[in-house]
C-alpha cells in the first residue's frame, strides 16, 4: 500500500469517526439525518439495540472494576479509564449512527444505510423487484455482485436491479452491484412503500 493510499484511508476513518460522534448528538435530540419531509425513514436498529447496550454494560463494569485495581497507578488508571470511556463513547455512537440514519425511501431513491459505514443511494426505476426474504448470510463467504446489508447477522428484504449500482466501503473499495439485501425493523412494511414508488412497469 502506498502513502497516498494509506492517507486517504486514514481520512476516511476519521471521517467515519467525525460522523459516528455527530450521531450522538443527533441521538439527544432525536433528529434524524438525510430524511426529508415526503421520505420514508425505514429503521433497522432495534435488532442490534441488545448487544449494543450489553456491551455497554461490559465497559462500563470493566471501568469500575480496572479503576479499583489500578488505583494506586495514576498514570495507567488514567490511560485505562480514557480508553474505556472512549470504547463506551464509540459503541454508543455506533448504534447511535444506526438509529439516526435509517434506511430512506424517496420519491426519486432509495438509500440503503448502514450507520455511517454505507450510504448506497439507488434510482427508484433501477429496482426491477423488492421482497421480503428473512436470510442469516454467511459471513465468510460472498457472491458477486449481492451486498448484504446485515444486521445483528440478519438480513430480511432482496432488492434486485435491473443495471447495477456502484458500492463504496468504508475504506474506498468499488463494487458493482446488482442484488441488494438488508435489514428493516418492520420488512413488509419497508417494502410495501418501496413497491409502492416504483414505477408501474417495474
Known sequence: MGIG????????????????????????????????????????????????????????????????????????????????????????????????????????????????????RIPLEWIGSARYDLRFPDTNKSEDGVLDVAIASQTSITIELTRPVTTVSLLGRRAKIHTVRCHADEPQTAVAAIKKLLPMDS
Open 5 to 120: 493510499a494509506l492517507i486517504t484511508q486514514t481520512r476516511r476513518l476519521a471521517a467515519h469517526e467525525g460522523r459516528w460522534m455527530a450521531s450522538l448528538g443527533l441521538w439527544v435530540a432525536r433528529r434524524s439525518h438525510g430524511v426529508g419531509d415526503t421520505d420514508i425513514a425505514v429503521g433497522y436498529a432495534r435488532a442490534q439495540a441488545p448487544t449494543a447496550y450489553g456491551l455497554v454494560f461490559v465497559f462500563v463494569v470493566e471501568t469500575v472494576g480496572v479503576s479499583f485495581m489500578l488505583a494506586a497507578y495514576p498514570v495507567a488508571h488514567l490511560v485505562m479509564l480514557l480508553l474505556d470511556l472512549y470504547a463506551v463513547f464509540m459503541i454508543l455512537g455506533l448504534h447511535a449512527a444506526a438509529v439516526t440514519r435509517p434506511h430512506v425511501v424517496g420519491p426519486a431513491e432509495l438509500r440503503i444505510r448502514r450507520g455511517t459505514r454505507l450510504d448506497l
